[in-house]
T-cell receptor
Framework: NAGVTQTPKFRVLKTGQSMTLLCAQD?????MYWYRQDPGMGLRLIHY???????AKGEVPDGYNVSRLKKQNFLLGLESAAPSQTSVYFC?????????????FGSGTRLTVV | SQQGEEDPQALSIQEGENATMNCSYK?????LQWYRQNSGRGLVHLIL?????REKHSGRLRVTLDTSKKSSSLLITASRAADTASYFC????????FGAGTRLTVKP
């Protein structure tokens, strides 16, 4: 059972380049999330999804887009990367509403934008 | 803005001592969750306490919740060097929000 898998683990982008981060879970979880973690800031929610085909904005959605075409995958896109998007990105999933269930996190993607 | 805020920001203790971390939040909650993050890794879920619960235990972990004070505490008893990590509280509905964490160092 792989849990939550994030691809890639590391990436360096030039300002203005685009990329997609992939999150895959094999636990049949309904809810999926993308967070970013910056030093001293804790985790901030970017976007989330409460089921296949749904997405919603979190705290810091600007500059990011997401898609949930398949239940097991949640993609995070950066259309035009900026240095302010240098961060560690974490994907998480939960069986259903976090009112009742905890999150399972991936191991993170460390992104540097130069 | 973060929903939960942990206190202290950093805590250093000797192995065998107890460690207490606190979390304060601003709005009413359905539940509050605690997570651990080892350096460079993803977060791991420790415990979920519902708004109608006052205390919950899991192994060496004890979590309390005081909804009147909008606060929670995480107690780790008989700490070990392996407990060295950052600890986060999280609250919210479908969009859980995390605090900035408490960095715990347990010295052998």
């Amino acid at each position: 059972n792989a849990g939550v898998t994030q691809t890639p683990k590391f990436r360096v982008l030039k300002t203005g380049q685009s990329m997609t981060l992939l999150c895959a879970q094999d636990m049949n979880h309904e809810y999926m999330y993308w967070y970013r973690q910056d030093p001293g800031m804790g985790l901030r929610l970017i976007h989330y999804s409460v089921g296949e085909g749904t997405t919603a904005k979190g705290e810091v959605p600007d500059g990011y887009n997401v898609s949930r075409l398949k239940k097991q995958n949640f993609l995070l896109g950066l259309e035009s990367a900026a240095p302010s998007q240098t961060s560690v990105y974490f994907c998480a999933s939960s069986l259903n509403s976090p009112t009742n269930y905890g999150y399972t996190f991936g191991s993170g993607t460390r992104l540097t934008v130069v | 803005s973060q929903q939960g805020e942990e206190d202290p920001q950093a805590l250093s203790i000797q192995e065998g001592e107890n460690a207490t971390m606190n979390c304060s939040y601003k709005t009413s909650i359905n539940n509050l969750q605690w997570y651990r993050q080892n350096s460079g890794r993803g977060l791991v879920h420790l415990i979920l306490i519902r708004s109608n619960e006052r205390e919950k235990h899991s192994g060496r972990l004890r979590v309390t919740l005081d909804t009147s004070k909008k606060s929670s505490s995480l107690l780790i008893t008989a700490s070990r060097a392996a407990d060295t990590a950052s600890y986060f509280c999280a609250t919210g509905g479908n969009d859980m929000r995390f605090g900035a964490g408490t960095r715990l160092t347990v010295k052998p």
